[in-house]
């Protein structure tokens, strides 16, 4: 009984696996797309300050296994040092209302390459430009298994 068990859970899993189809990117109007691309550009060269100037005063940063960052501050300090290197940025889709919006999208590390993960952007227009209140993503490898 528990073998056939075991057997229909690892089909289901295997069923569900990473062999899905990535989303279609969308076009983002220019205003939103200059955010992906400003965050492409100061991510590549680790540019802390200019990932921070991205940000709303009050913005968030929610890594995977990190506590939350907040403010424009703690945001250039969490980055200096950090990671870096090519990025590149899609949308799957997003929308706008008033002065405040969102990006869902995919990440990876080869232009045209596979997705390595997902975001999420929640934006607020300040004096006419978008801006990041909130960036969450994580990675589109499953999690190994927890420690013991």
Excluded: C
Aim: hydrophobic content about 45%; overall charge positive; glycine content about 12%.
């Amino acid at each position: 009984m528990f073998v056939r068990i075991a057997m229909l859970i690892a089909a289901v899993f295997l069923a569900t696996g990473t062999d899905a189809q990535p989303l279609p990117s969308v076009d983002l109007p220019p205003a939103l797309d200059r955010v992906l691309r400003d965050y492409e550009r100061a991510w590549a060269p680790r540019d802390a300050a200019a990932l921070a100037a991205l940000f709303t005063e009050d913005g968030f940063v929610l890594s995977p296994g990190k506590p939350p960052v907040r403010g424009r501050d703690a945001i250039r300090a969490a980055y200096t040092g950090g990671s870096g290197g090519p990025l590149f940025l899609r949308a799957l889709a997003y929308k706008t209302d008033g002065s405040v919006g969102y990006i869902i999208g995919a990440f990876g590390r080869v232009k045209g390459g596979d997705d390595d993960g997902k975001f999420n952007l929640a934006l607020r227009r300040v004096k006419g430009r978008w801006l990041i209140a909130a960036d969450m993503d994580n990675s589109n490898r499953r999690p190994g298994p927890p420690p013991q």
